[in-house]
């Protein structure tokens, strides 16, 4: 978008009309310019106000790690808009607009720049889709032969993943920039994370003034320590908080980039924003007989604590009813080393997001004792905890999702639709058991158990709801959905346990005790991953960690009700906007405040950490009313700033008069 006084010259002849509205633009945008209509400014001291009226609109300042788009345009219109109607109505009007640089993707968009021409060379020479597709070469064929026998010429390897070849072109952080119109020989500069935050903010201020925005453009700032005004701001907003309490030091589940090693906020996240930790409990089901594959691992040292199947559950009450366990025939697992000398059968991605809640021997890095697939496991004796039989089996389930939980599932036909259907399906079909290896006897002495009573339902609710929905088998996946609404929900509001040291109580009530007496008694063990994937800016894909931070006590209950009773003095649009928050304000507890990696300011008491992006864009708007008297040679030293008094009415302009004029007696001296 071209500067106001840079309008494009057209053919008269097919655009005069439009060159006329150009030139009458930029005409009144040069005369806005000279005469500071934007300029907002309090009376001169012990004047008068002009008018009593006042109007300050903000938009959440843009992040500055590219141009700005359509959609800030789009959203910044209604402030313009709105601030024009306020200045018409006669009102004072203040129009800021800073630039957000805090946090991850900068930094992660610069290393991943430095990396490819680190990697490529420069000007990078990438890889094409012929070179991914090439046959086997010779000394490659000689290796594979070495490790994995004869290698088959004729067949092609990739050297990306399917994930990375779908990116297709302009997926690289180069041809991004290139796209951006930068030129090739200043790309290369995109590797110093500083020089973006000198770059793409005047770029930003160029297409909004050219929008014809009313801002008053002294105000403007970005945030991190490269601005040491802001970077002070932020310190001091810190430092009272932490001084009242509201800051604490604590561990807690957070999703977590591995690459970053450090948290994934909203912010730093390529996809699964708004994601968070899911709480499951594993139940540890022991391995009565080590047999089959499995067998390999008897004669360990590593083995002495015993070998477990690690079963993630949300419904730690209804292990009273078990009957089996489940696998997935070609499911890849593998026995892992955990604490105490046990072995832990999962997934690979399950071990990981354990190894990073401090329940293995190593953080991040799951050793792996042996590989095998979930046929290896079917057949194999197990004790379940509060399970009335001393073994039950592991049997097929072939519905069982990979990407959830640890792959291996409990079986507890009464209170469970799908297994109820699934134990169903072996039993009455000879042949599914035979494709799979299950003797009878894995299967048919076992009965369902009934353990909750549910009002309407009874106490062996799954087979009675699956019989009013006339459900066949496990193939009838929509009607089982049906039925688990109906069984799950019901029965945590109105069940009642009806055995075990809880019988009497409400399965509400129940749960998190049995829980919690499972845990005690090293029976099972607490375990989170994010509730859906999450890929971090960097690229990787995002566990749930147990992380030692720092955390602002949003859910604090003092400060939380003085938060909704401002709320409810507030004047908003609609009472929609208003109940979003009050949602906002129920589910906020304690939020991680610090990071390892990134731009941004340092928390002032524990320099090792910055302060994340969202946490120190909490009132930068009260910024905005002082900015200009700080940046613009005002003399003053960020480092001696003392904000409780700056932000006093009329403090601030005594201070920078008193600085004026002293500067201006030693410039005479």
């Not at 439009?18 to 004047?47: C, H, S, T």
């Not at 604590?305 to 079963?311: E, S």
């Not at 009874?458 to 019989?467: P, Q, T």
């Not at 938060?563 to 609609?574: G, V």
Request: hydrophobic share 35%; charged share 25%.
């Amino acid at each position: 978008m071209a500067p106001p006084s840079q309008a494009p010259e057209g053919k008269e002849g097919n655009f005069g009309r439009r060159d006329l509205l150009l030139r009458i633009q930029a005409a009144a945008q040069q005369k806005w310019e000279e005469q500071k209509v934007f300029y907002a400014e309090p009376p001169a001291e012990g004047q008068p106000s002009a008018t009593e009226e006042k109007f300050f609109g903000n938009f959440p300042y843009p992040y500055m790690n590219g141009l700005l788009h359509l959609g800030h345009a789009f959203s910044l219109s209604k402030l313009e808009f709105a601030s024009a109607y306020h200045r018409l109505c006669g009102r004072s009007v203040l129009f800021g607009q800073g630039f957000h640089c805090t946090g991850m993707p900068i930094k992660a968009c610069a290393d991943k720049l430095d990396r490819e021409l680190t990697t490529y060379g420069c000007p990078p020479k990438f890889p094409t889709e012929d070179d991914e597709m090439q046959p086997a070469q010779p000394a490659d064929a000689a290796a594979a032969a070495a490790n994995n026998g004869p290698a088959d010429p004729t067949k092609f390897s990739g050297k990306k993943s399917k994930a990375q070849s779908k990116k297709g072109a302009g997926a690289t952080q180069w041809e991004i920039l290139q796209k951006s119109g930068i030129p090739q020989d200043d790309i290369p500069k995109f590797r110093d994370s500083a020089h973006w935050l000198h770059y793409f903010p005047p770029l930003a201020e160029r297409d909004l003034r050219a929008m014809g925005c009313g801002v008053d453009w002294r105000r403007s700032f970005i945030t991190t320590d490269m601005n040491p005004y802001y970077d002070s701001f932020v310190r001091w907003q810190f430092w009272t908080l932490y001084r009242q309490g509201r800051i604490v030091k604590d561990k807690r589940y957070a999703v977590f980039s591995p690459l970053d090693a450090q948290p994934c906020a909203d912010h730093d996240r390529a996809t699964g924003e708004g994601v968070g930790p899911q709480e499951y409990t594993l139940v540890k089901m022991k391995v009565l007989e080590l047999k089959g594959k499995v067998s390999a691992l008897a004669d360990s040292a590593d083995t002495a604590g015993g070998v477990y199947l690690m079963a993630a559950t949300l419904r730690p009450e209804t292990m009273y009813g078990q009957t089996n366990c489940w696998a997935l025939p070609e499911g890849q697992y593998g026995a892992y080393k955990g604490l105490n000398s046990e072995v832990y059968i999962m997934t690979f991605r399950s071990a990981l997001n354990l190894s990073y809640q401090e329940r293995t021997p190593t953080r991040g890095t799951p050793e792996c004792l042996l590989e095998v697939t979930g046929q290896d496991l079917i057949g194999l004796p197990v004790s379940a905890p509060n399970c009335p039989h001393e073994r039950i089996y592991v049997l097929p389930l072939l519905t069982i999702l990979t990407n959830k939980g640890t792959g291996i599932v409990t079986s507890v036909p009464s209170d469970s639709p799908d297994d109820y259907t699934a134990l169903q399906d072996l039993k009455k079909k000879p042949k599914l058991r035979e494709k799979y290896g299950v003797a009878d006897e894995w299967v048919m002495p076992f009965e369902v158990i009934p353990i909750i009573d549910i009002p309407g339902f009874g106490d062996c609710a799954a087979r009675v709801v699956c019989e009013q929905l006339k459900v066949q088998s496990q193939n009838d996946t929509v009607k089982l959905a049906e039925a688990k609404q109906l069984v799950y929900l019901k029965g945590f509001t109105d069940g009642v346990m009806k055995v075990g040291d809880f019988a009497g109580r409400k399965v509400s009530e129940a749960k998190p005790a049995i829980k919690d007496k499972m845990i005690a008694d090293r029976q099972a063990i607490p375990y989170s991953e994010p509730e859906k994937p999450v890929m971090s800016r960097s690229g990787d894909e995002c566990v749930v960690a147990l992380t030692d931070q720092w955390y602002l006590t949003y859910g604090e209950q003092q400060w939380q009700q003085q938060t909704l009773a401002h709320l409810e003095s507030m004047e908003l649009y609609s009472e929609e906007a208003k109940n979003g928050f009050r949602h906002c304000l129920g589910w906020l507890q304690q939020w991680a405040c610090s990071r390892s990696f990134g731009l941004g300011t340092r928390l002032p008491w524990d320099e090792q950490y910055l302060i994340e992006s969202l946490s120190d864009s909490t009132i930068y708007m009260a910024y905005y009313t002082i900015a200009h008297y700080l940046q613009v040679n005002s003399g003053l030293s960020a480092g001696h700033l003392h904000w409780h008094c700056l932000l006093e009415v009329g403090v601030m302009r005594k201070i920078v008069k008193m600085t004026e004029e002293a500067c201006s007696m030693l410039s005479h001296c």
